[in-house]
């Protein structure tokens, strides 16, 4: 993390008043403040950055049809398992079917 980013945050933590960071800073809007005190807060991992429609489109992974292969098994991808869904590998689960669907159940 860069420096100046983690002096901002700190100051902020410490309830040193904004005008004093603006003119210590040399700041000139509350806007600017705020954008650089966000700006600092992601690059430390506090906050999540702001998405746009786009991105978030683009993160998700698409939905795709499953086939079951010759041997019988069935392949999910590592975007729908673990990027969307937060599994992880070794994961146990519990198969069962319900309808025309299968549930898979994480074990423990």
């Known amino acids: 993390m860069r420096e100046d980013a ?3 945050i700190e100051l902020v933590e410490k309830n040193v008043p ?3 960071i603006m003119e ?18 992601v690059e430390a991992g506090k906050i999540k950055p702001l998405l ?12 795709r049809a499953v086939t079951i292969g010759k041997r019988g098994t069935l392949t999910l991808s590592k975007a ?7 599994f992880k590998e070794g994961d146990k ?8 669907s299968i549930i898979l159940r994480k074990e423990g």
Do not use: N
Not at 93 to 98: A, D, H
């Open 80 to 86: 729908v398992l673990i990027d969307k869904l937060g």
């Open 52 to 63: 746009t429609a786009r991105q978030v489109k683009k993160a998700e992974p698409k939905e």
């Open 93 to 100: 689960f519990k198969v069962s079917k319900r309808k025309d």
């Open 18 to 20: 904004d005008k004093q």
């Open 6 to 8: 983690k002096k901002l």
């Open 24 to 41: 210590e800073w040399g700041i000139k809007t509350k806007t600017a403040l705020k954008k650089m005190y966000y700006d600092a807060l």
